[in-house]
């Protein structure tokens, strides 16, 4: 069974603050997708990684995958309180949107 | 809007009735998915279709559930005689094939009391 972990499971945060979510996991993955989720809302997918090593920027957003394929990082830079939601990391083993298995989520608040 | 639909938003229903949720998929979508999200934790998948096919089904699909996608387009989820740990947000997503990314829906939230 393939697991994905994150860490930390919650953060909170000052506005301005840079902050990092890791995923990790023992199996590997063809691909990778970063989501965030609003409470009572499906998930909205910010990124998908493919190439080991794979580095990846959505503005303030950094999203790097592993050189092995096995662990994802979403660094985000100077956090505003709209990057406030529940992050949620996704692999999937064959193909990009085959059968996804997600991480834990990490919930995410930043305050004024 | 295109994005994928769900319906309903919520839901409330008492424990051993059966309910059924909808999902329409962005258009010309093939693959379409189901996965239950409770709470404080990442979606679980379900199960999963290409076109009216049914492809694969989880271990968490019990004999109590039942998906259908009859013409290819819009799909079913029921749950009969529900139990109370079918409480959860039950998420549809779409994709356009085998390779492209799942788009979601914005979940049905089922309460059984």
């Known amino acids: 069974t393939q697991l994905l972990e994150q860490s930390p499971q919650f953060l909170s945060i000052q506005e301005g603050e840079n902050l990092t979510v890791y995923c990790n996991s023992s199996?590997?993955?063809?691909?990778l997708q970063w989501y965030r989720q609003e409470p009572g809302e499906g998930p909205v997918l910010l990124v998908t990684?493919?190439?080991?090593?794979e580095v990846k920027k959505l503005k303030r957003l950094t999203f790097q995958f592993g050189d092995a394929r096995k662990d994802s990082s979403l660094h985000i830079t100077a956090a505003q309180p709209g990057d406030t939601g529940l992050y949620l990391c996704?692999?999937?083993?064959?193909?990009?949107?085959?059968?996804?298995?997600f991480g834990t989520g990490t919930r995410l608040q930043v305050m004024l | 809007d295109t994005g994928v639909s769900q319906d309903p938003r919520h839901k409330i229903t008492k424990r051993g009735q059966n309910v059924t949720f909808r999902c329409d998929p962005i258009?010309?979508?093939?693959?379409l998915y189901w996965y239950r999200q409770t709470l404080g934790q990442g979606p679980e998948f379900l199960t999963y279709?290409?076109?009216?096919?049914?492809?694969?089904k989880s271990r968490l699909l019990s004999d109590r559930f039942s998906a259908e996608r009859p013409k290819g387009s819009f799909s079913t989820l029921e749950i009969q005689r529900t139990e109370q740990g079918d409480s959860a947000m039950y998420l549809c997503?779409?994709?356009?094939?085998?390779?492209?990314?799942?788009?979601f829906g914005q979940g049905t939230r089922l309460t059984v009391v």
């Open positions: 990684v493919v190439t080991g090593g």
């Open positions: 199996s590997v993955f063809s691909s």
């Open positions: 279709f290409q076109n009216e096919a049914q492809l694969e």
């Open positions: 996704a692999g999937s083993s064959t193909g990009t949107a085959s059968k996804l298995t």
């Open positions: 258009s010309e979508h093939n693959r």
């Open positions: 997503a779409s994709s356009q094939d085998h390779y492209t990314e799942a788009f």
